[in-house]
T-cell receptor, first 113, second 114 residues
């Protein structure tokens, strides 16, 4: 399967713990996006990379959130000191520049207890 | 900033009925428009997209959408739905400034009764 992959698919953690998610984009795609989706809502943009450069961060992304894409391939999203409000589906998508069309992964569902 | 409204939260139809899902966006400039679909247990997939040209665009599985600029709308249509169309449908918009981040609507849950 050459689509976008995300790991883990599910994560349950206790409040205050740190968690890290991984996204592997489609291999030739140099743009990578992170979104968050809560129940009953559409995905909300968090941040995006072009190659290894993080070019934009949403105001939704508090200081507890950090994302990296060190070699311009896979990306990680870390949440420090998790809160119950962080419970959501975290989606990754990738695309080619100016293509507009984004390909989404299956998401990582985070539950903070 | 742009925003997207989907007024139908849950639509229930019988098989073979015609479908129209509403989508309105708010943005004064040039936009790209998308419909994504999420089947139960699956990830978001692109149904169709509009960038420019013919405002009536056709997508996969017999879906089409019409961009009406004067109404800021991009409604999704299908003349005859099937049970397999049961899914959640999201309208999305991006503005081209070299970053095509998507702004999504809240989604419409479509249930098709056999």
């Amino acid at each position: 399967d050459t689509g976008v992959s995300q790991d883990p698919r599910h994560k349950i953690t206790k409040r205050g713990q740190n968690v890290t998610f991984r996204c592997d984009p489609i291999s030739e795609h140099n743009r990578l996006y992170w979104y968050r989706q809560t129940l009953g809502q559409g995905p909300e943009f968090l941040t995006y990379f072009q190659n290894e450069a993080q070019l934009e961060k949403s105001r939704l992304l508090s200081d507890r959130f950090s994302a990296e894409r060190p070699k311009g391939s896979f990306s990680t999203l870390e949440i420090q000191r998790t809160e119950q409000g962080d419970s959501a589906m975290y989606l990754c998508a990738s695309s080619l520049p100016a293509q507009g069309e984004q390909y989404f992964g299956p998401g990582t569902r985070l539950t903070v207890t | 900033a742009q925003s997207v409204s989907q007024h139908n939260h849950h639509v229930i139809l019988s098989e073979a009925a015609s479908l129209e899902l509403g989508c309105n966006y708010s943005y004064g400039g040039t936009v790209n428009l998308f419909w994504y679909v999420q089947y139960p247990g699956q990830h978001l997939q692109l149904l169709l997209k509009y960038f420019s040209g013919d405002p009536l665009v056709k997508g996969i599985k017999g879906f089409e959408a019409e961009f009406i600029k004067s109404k800021f709308s991009f409604n999704l249509r299908k003349p005859s739905v099937q049970w397999s169309d049961t899914a959640e449908y999201f309208c999305a918009v991006s503005t081209y400034f070299g970053n095509e981040k998507l702004t999504f609507g809240t989604g419409t849950r479509l249930t098709i009764i056999p």
